[in-house]
């Protein structure tokens, strides 16, 4: 047939067609014309399809369909070739970490065919009726035929009908979630009241040369650059050059990492990984997140565990003789989310979150879950963040606690809050690994945690296309479990450096004196003799940046002068790079002002400002006064103990009473 058309005039028994006017200069653009199948519509869709030159085409990622897993027959069937793919290979001479990574592939192979096959099985009715009424369609164009038409009529019909039935259960499968869960504490409530975010499509970046971007090939190229550059400080790979670092790192270690475990404690953390651990690991793993590269969930290792934990942990245990993971087992996806406030056309404004297999996941979960309960007697109570045990509140109130004892005692106190670069993707390996043998740790322990850290490759997902792979040589993974316990222990050496260093003075209290308040890398300094401490801060920031690659931006850091004498601070401000705060800084999500009396100001009457725009945004019709109890619950109720916990003031009535009203209506 030479031409098509779009539309059936029943009372002029008459065909047209729409058309599409595009300007010349698009023409270059265009990929398709056509003109489909009329179906529901006496009208058929009329669809062109343009390639922008700014189009790059998305990576595939395969993801486990979930609802396999809930088919019995499928199910069964991959518990068969599971078994008899481990019978047949899990004996040989191919190492177990390579027989575990290799049995995805074989896994991974039978449910994309089962996926298809339901697919052609599901779709197969539907697409023998399109297929039907796009040639009695094309029959009527031709003859014109009234019989032909009562055919395409009926077909229409029928096929209407298929998809009608389809649609609706589908809409009371998603009704019937709605009223289980909608008005309960629960991830459906937490999405509906979630801020509307514009999509996080990257649509512009500055290169090297400070230069504005916009094509999807060059974005890829800044954002490979700038994270290739950052998971590889090393910088030298001359071997006296690293033998002179390691040297310098293990001097550093004797001097400022004192706290060691002890040879019964080395011995426990070091015993081979058992079913309970990994059982209780997968237990605490959360459903339903984002796909890791190799597209296995968590819920294909709760179906098949039976199976799957001998095997997998053979391969982590045999990690302690010297075998190493496979690359593919290590590879890692990285998503990079935009940072509030921050410039988005710069690469450091957007922060890493790397995502894992499941499998390496429940691996190094298993580790931290091991090492959690000691870490408390290796790291000093200045410490809170990710040690049990230990929350923010409790660097908060020492902090307003000394505060006001500077204030009364006449110390000349200023705090110093510093701002850290990519400090978890920074850090480098060689400084984790001698830690980690300094403190004592045992030769086990240390394989599993270096074979997490050993071939390791990454690529980062832009705007929905993956970079090209790159190598991973330093930094703790924002996404593994074990990463947030590594980095409080290799920045422990650090804060004893600044607690031992009489050059350093903070706020004496009794016979104790307060240096240091830190949240993993948020670290705040109680400053006493700034113009003699502010410069031994600085050289021990060097010196500890220099062996493990921690780099401070000084010219982000805060310094809010508490009781210094003015004429003092005004002479310092010069000679350094910090900014100068008169009025208050934001430390661990709170406002600490220069005086006391603006403590509940700064702090309290925002919080309600912002709860009040929330509560406004949350009265959704669909939620009922049974989800709005909900809702203060699992969202107002956190905020406002966070506060109240952290700042241990009197609230006066009025707040309760704002509060009380605000929530009733």
């Not at 009608?164 to 289980?180: M, V």
């Not at 670069?421 to 390996?429: G, L, M």
């Not at 980690?436 to 322990?445: D, E, M, N």
Request: net charge positive.
């Amino acid at each position: 047939m030479g031409k098509d058309f779009s539309f059936y005039a029943h009372p002029s028994q008459s065909y047209s067609r729409i058309r599409f006017f595009v300007p010349q200069y698009y023409l270059s653009a265009l990929r398709t014309a056509t003109i489909g199948t009329a179906t529901w519509s006496d009208h058929a869709p009329v669809t062109i399809t343009l390639r922008s030159p700014m189009f790059k085409p998305t990576a595939p990622n395969w993801c486990l369909n979930d609802s396999l897993l809930s088919d019995p027959l499928v199910a069964e069937e991959g518990r068969q070739v599971l078994t008899d793919y481990f019978e047949r290979n899990a004996v040989g001479d191919v190492s177990s970490p390579m027989v575990w990574e290799a049995h995805k592939c074989v896994i991974r192979g039978y449910f994309i065919r089962k996926g298809a096959e339901r697919a052609k099985r599901c779709s197969a009715d539907i697409r023998d009726l399109q297929q039907q009424i796009s040639q009695v369609s094309s029959d009527h164009k031709r003859d014109g035929d009234p019989e032909t038409m009562a055919l395409l009529t009926e077909l229409r019909r029928y096929l209407a009908k298929l998809l009608n039935t389809r649609y609706h259960r589908t809409y009371l499968r998603s009704k019937a979630l709605f009223h289980s869960h909608g008005d309960k504490s629960g991830r459906l409530l937490a999405r509906m009241l979630a801020k509307k975010r514009s999509a996080a499509y990257i649509a512009k970046l500055r290169d090297k040369q400070g230069t504005l971007q916009r094509l999807p090939v060059k974005l890829l190229q800044i954002v490979r650059d700038y994270y290739a550059a950052l998971y590889d400080l090393q910088g030298t790979t001359n071997p006296q050059d690293l033998a002179r670092k390691r040297s310098d790192i293990l001097s550093y270690l004797t001097k400022y990492s004192t706290k060691k475990v002890s040879r019964q404690t080395s011995d426990l953390l070091d015993r081979p990984l058992n079913i309970e651990e990994l059982a209780l690991a997968l237990k605490s793993s959360k459903p339903g997140k984002s796909p890791d590269p190799d597209g296995l969930p968590v819920r294909y290792y709760k179906c098949y565990a039976a199976i799957l934990f001998p095997h997998l942990l053979t391969a982590l245990n045999d990690l302690t003789d010297g075998l190493q993971l496979p690359t593919q087992t290590l590879s890692a996806n990285i998503t990079i989310l935009p940072k509030e406030g921050k410039d988005s056309e710069l690469c450091a404004s957007y922060r890493p979150i790397s995502l894992l297999n499941c499998d390496l996941k429940l691996f190094s979960k298993i580790l931290a879950d091991r090492l959690k309960p000691f870490l408390p007697a290796l790291v000093h109570a200045d410490q809170v963040g990710f040690v049990p045990g230990r929350e923010a509140r409790d660097n908060t109130m020492r902090t307003l606690q000394l505060m006001h004892h500077a204030r009364r005692s006449s110390q000349a106190l200023a705090l110093l809050s510093t701002d850290a670069e990519k400090a978890f993707d920074r850090v480098d390996w060689d400084f984790i690994s001698l830690s980690l043998t300094h403190i004592g740790l045992g030769p086990h322990l240390r394989a599993w945690i270096g074979a997490l850290y050993g071939d390791t490759t990454a690529r980062v997902c832009v705007n929905g296309v993956f970079t090209a792979p790159f190598t991973i040589r330093n930094g703790t993974r924002q996404g593994c479990p074990l990463s947030p316990l590594l980095f409080v222990v290799t920045l422990e050496p650090f804060l004893e450096a600044i607690r031992s260093n009489p050059n350093i003075t903070g706020v004496t209290v009794g016979p104790q004196q307060h240096k240091v308040a830190a949240y993993a890398d948020d670290l705040l300094f109680f400053i006493t003799r700034p113009e003699i401490s502010l410069p031994g801060v600085m050289t021990a920031f060097e010196e500890y940046g220099r062996l493990s690659n921690l780099k401070i931006n000084f010219l982000k850091s805060h310094i809010l002068n508490v009781t210094v004498p003015e004429s003092r601070a005004q002479a310092m401000g010069p000679h350094f790079a910090f900014k100068w705060m008169t009025d208050k800084i934001k430390y661990l999500g709170i406002w600490l002002p220069s005086q006391h009396s603006r403590l509940y100001r700064d702090n309290f009457p925002p919080l309600l400002g912002v709860l009040q725009r929330d509560l406004a945004n949350w009265n959704h019709p669909h939620i009922s006064w049974l989800g709005h109890i909900a809702v203060v619950k699992m969202n107002v109720q956190p905020r406002l103990l966070y506060l109240m916990q952290t700042i241990p003031i009197d609230l006066p009535k009025a707040f309760f009473t704002s509060l009380r009203s605000m929530v009733a209506t």
